[in-house]
């Protein structure tokens, strides 16, 4: 499980160097704090980001929303963002409101507004609303990344370092190569999220990664994955293996 | 000889109008047609033809009774307008046409003897002298002619001048003779004098110059007395002509001058008839100009009298249009009263919300300054447990003036409209947590015990600052407003699918009625300061009422004096699938 990394493009230091120390108290990464503009971008592209945390005014001028545009127009550079401002001049809003998806976060605010608005920027960028707050889900699957309510702060786990999935319940156990955690989601919504290609059913309550399928032993209804994990193989669900390219 | 037959030819011209004269001068007729315009009043034409006829104007007369003819089929007005008629023609000389109206007048009619004896003079005129013999005969076959001697003696009259006509002297004397007799009773000058030459010019045609002498002298000596100037000229000449028979050449002279002079005098008469009818004319051609004066003074009179009522209209719809417009202005100028009191009302109202904030303001940096010095003072002495709480203390004015000045930042935006306002989903438990954060050293200070119970599945629609704004506010309220040791609770309640209900309770000490009342009004700022140090403008609730409002929620107040307070918040849900 990895922490969130963060890019702050803040103008004034007293802002940025409160907002570091709240998202480190937080277990958040800070990717960097960019003062403008162009280093705003050259940050951007030259680390892995998650989340940009944005003043509206960079210098006086509404740079953070021209930055927001410019890594809106380029297709899958774009990451979830949450606009900083003190005013609330409607025209600065009126602008911002179209670098959807959109979510600011009004000056002053405490560590639990920093930390709300930066679950609800994720939120809205992967388009699944009131996951983070609720008592039914904490998780929010993207292509690359389930992201993963941990206490009060967020926490990134790579889909493609996912062995198979363990479904109780309203749990689910992901199982790493390295480690083994409890998410809350149901299966069906799991399922849904999740890239069918990549991920089968085995059992009624197993989800396996095929990329880490290292054999399968359809005799013993067994399939063993990287690390010698052992999963078992129902005879409900072993059509997958059908499709599957398998080498002669 | 030959002036025998000058003289009967001048009394033949003469014979006419001696009868019509004596005609019009018929009282009888008169009164029967004063009774006939009575009884016919509303004959309009016949009116004005009988009128016509006693002023003996004939062509009037003419007219009025052909119109009638045409317009009336009653038995007695048809002989009326022919008698007219006929009478009209005669004296027009057209007596074939008199001859011809006069015809068809029936025998009823009351002059019918008139009208026959007129029928018989026309006949003669027209030299028939069978036709007007046969006439005359008939004429005083009637039976009413005995009682009208007047009548009685034209008729004889007619028949002897007939008979002289045609030769028959004997007859002709003898009715003359008849004719005379009658007159000479009725005493009438001029019918007398017409006698009397009739029979003159009888004898002196037969050469019975020793009758038709006396005749003559009569004739003369009558014709003195008679005003006629033609009758006096004609009565001189015959004179005149007998005395040249008798070659009495000296009294012949005398009569002829004297003949003479009446001529000249009727002469002069015509002149001055005529300079009269000039002088008619030239009458008549001023009245014209007269009447056309009059007419372009009409005209005039009329465009005047237009142009009057033109210019009366116009300033009547000047005046309407004045009211109008008058009327307009004092319901204007009252619509502007009644904005200007409420708008100094409001004025008012915001001049002393603003005294009491900055009021508070200042006491607020005040305390803050006082606090600071006292600070650095015990900083000096090195007192770290003063120093913590005297820091504490500062944060807690900071921050009172902080939301002070927030609110009015805020209710500010709202009044000119500037305000983002942006709904989408929003998680409640969260938004509660992030309020208490800041008030957390607050609520530690008044050791007040907080809990937050909002269900943690509730998402409200609505705008996040403006919310947190309004709870800010409240738990600010509840806080202040809370004893040392009091507890404030936040719970959410079910009403329905649609709402969400936030309880914010507190132990404080609570509000009774009226307050409640008056912080609920509309557009009311409770400007009161009974407690310099909890009560403030109000400008905070006002401000939750109007986000609350804009936010599509409810507000309700429950509260008694130390029983604490209960408010009561409705929020639209968030719809499942949004």
Redesign the interface.
């Known amino acids: 499980m990895d922490n969130i990394n963060v890019l702050i493009i803040e103008d004034t230091a007293e802002q940025s160097d409160a907002l570091i120390k709240v998202l480190r108290q937080n277990n958040y990464a800070v990717a960097g704090v960019a003062a403008n503009f162009t280093d705003a971008l050259k940050l951007f592209y030259e680390n892995t980001i998650d989340i940009i945390i944005i003043d509206v005014f960079l210098d006086g001028k509404p740079d953070g929303i021209t930055f927001a545009e410019s890594i809106n127009i380029i297709p899958n550079a774009s990451k979830p963002f949450v606009f900083l401002t003190s005013s609330q001049d409607r025209q600065i809003f009126e602008r911002a409101k179209l670098t959807k998806p959109f979510s600011f976060l009004m000056k002053p605010f405490n560590e639990l507004e920093i930390l709300y608005a930066l679950e609800m920027a994720v939120e809205k960028f992967y388009a699944q609303t009131n996951v983070f707050l609720s008592e039914e889900q904490d998780t929010v699957i993207s292509s690359d990344f389930l992201f993963i309510k941990k206490k009060k702060s967020l926490k990134k786990v790579a889909i493609q370092e996912i062995l198979y999935i363990e479904v109780e319940e309203r749990y689910c156990n992901i199982i790493t190569e390295k480690e083994k955690f409890v998410i809350l989601i149901s299966l069906t919504k799991i399922n849904d999220l999740l890239d069918k290609n990549k991920f089968v059913r085995t059992h009624r309550n197993t989800i396996v990664n095929i990329d880490k399928i290292e054999e399968i032993i359809p005799a013993d209804n067994l399939i063993l994955l990287k690390g010698n994990h052992k999963i078992n193989l129902s005879d409900t669900y072993k059509d997958f293996i059908k499709k599957m390219n398998i080498l002669s | 000889m030959n002036n025998k037959w000058i003289l009967l030819f001048a009394f033949l011209i003469l014979i006419i109008p001696g009868f019509l004269f004596s005609q019009s001068t018929d009282a009888l007729e008169k009164s029967i047609l004063k009774k006939k315009a009575v009884e016919y009043k509303k004959e309009i034409n016949f009116i004005k033809s009988q009128s016509f006829y006693q002023k003996k104007e004939w062509d009037s007369t003419l007219i009025y009774s052909m119109k009638q003819l045409s317009s009336t089929n009653k038995k007695e007005l048809i002989d009326f307008s022919h008698y007219f008629r006929g009478t009209s023609f005669i004296q027009k000389k057209l007596h074939k046409e008199a001859k011809k109206e006069l015809l068809l007048i029936s025998d009823k009619f009351e002059f019918y003897l008139n009208a026959r004896i007129l029928l018989a003079t026309s006949f003669l005129e027209l030299r028939e002298f069978k036709a007007a013999l046969l006439h005359y005969e008939n004429v005083l076959k009637l039976p009413e002619i005995s009682k009208q001697p007047h009548h009685l003696s034209k008729a004889y009259e007619g028949l002897g001048i007939t008979y002289f006509f045609l030769e028959k002297y004997d007859s002709a004397e003898n009715y003359l003779v008849k004719s005379l007799e009658i007159k000479e009773k009725q005493k009438n000058e001029t019918e007398l004098l017409n006698a009397y030459n009739a029979m003159a010019n009888l004898y002196y045609v037969q050469y019975k110059d020793s009758q038709a002498i006396p005749y003559f002298e009569k004739a003369y000596a009558l014709s003195k007395k008679v005003k006629n100037i033609s009758k006096k000229a004609m009565a001189a000449e015959n004179m005149a002509a007998v005395e040249e028979n008798r070659n009495n050449y000296k009294k012949a002279l005398a009569y002829k001058k004297e003949s003479d002079q009446w001529k000249d005098s009727l002469n002069n008469q015509n002149k001055v008839w005529a300079v009269a009818d000039f002088e008619k004319k030239f009458a008549v051609a001023q009245k014209q100009k007269e009447i056309k004066v009059l007419q372009v003074e009409n005209e005039l009179k009329n465009s005047q009298r237009n142009g009057f009522f033109f210019a009366a209209i116009g300033l009547l719809l000047l005046l309407t249009g004045g009211v109008y417009l008058y009327s307009q202005k004092v319901k204007n100028s009252k619509i502007i009263l009644l904005q200007k009191n409420k708008l100094d009302e409001l004025n008012a109202t915001k001049d002393q919300l603003f005294s009491i904030v900055s009021h508070d303001l200042r006491s607020s940096v005040h305390a803050l300054k006082a606090s600071n010095a006292k600070l650095s003072e015990t900083l000096e002495t090195k007192n770290y447990d003063e120093l913590n709480q005297l820091i504490v203390q500062n944060s807690g004015i900071a921050n009172s003036a902080y939301s002070l000045l927030d609110n009015l ?1 805020h209710w500010a ?1 709202l009044q000119t409209k ?3 306002f ?1 709904k989408e ?1 929003v ?1 409640l ?3 509660v ?2 309020i208490e ?2 008030y957390k050293p607050l609520l530690l200070d008044k050791a007040l015990d907080f809990e937050n119970l909002v269900s ?2 509730v ?1 409200i629609f609505v705008d996040l ?1 403006s919310v ?1 704004i309004v709870l800010r506010n409240l738990l600010d309220n509840a806080i202040k407003f809370s004893k040392q040791n009091g507890k404030i609770t936040f719970y959410t309640q079910e009403i329905n699918t649609d709402l969400c209900q936030l309880i914010i309770e507190d132990t404080g000490i609570g509000m009774n009625e009226i307050t409640i009342e008056e912080l609920l009004q509309e557009n009311e700022l409770l400007a009161k300061k009974r407690n310099s140090e909890n009560i403030g403008t109000g400008l905070g609730l006002q401000l939750c009422k109007q986000m609350i409002k804009k936010n599509g929620g409810t507000i309700a107040i429950e509260s008694a004096p130390d029983k604490g307070t209960k408010m009561n918040l409705s929020f639209p849900k ?1 719809k499942n699938n ?1």
């Open positions: 930042l935006m500037q305000l983002y942006h989903s998680h438990h969260s938004i947590q992030q954060y800041n943690k599945n998402f600052d947190k968030t949004g």
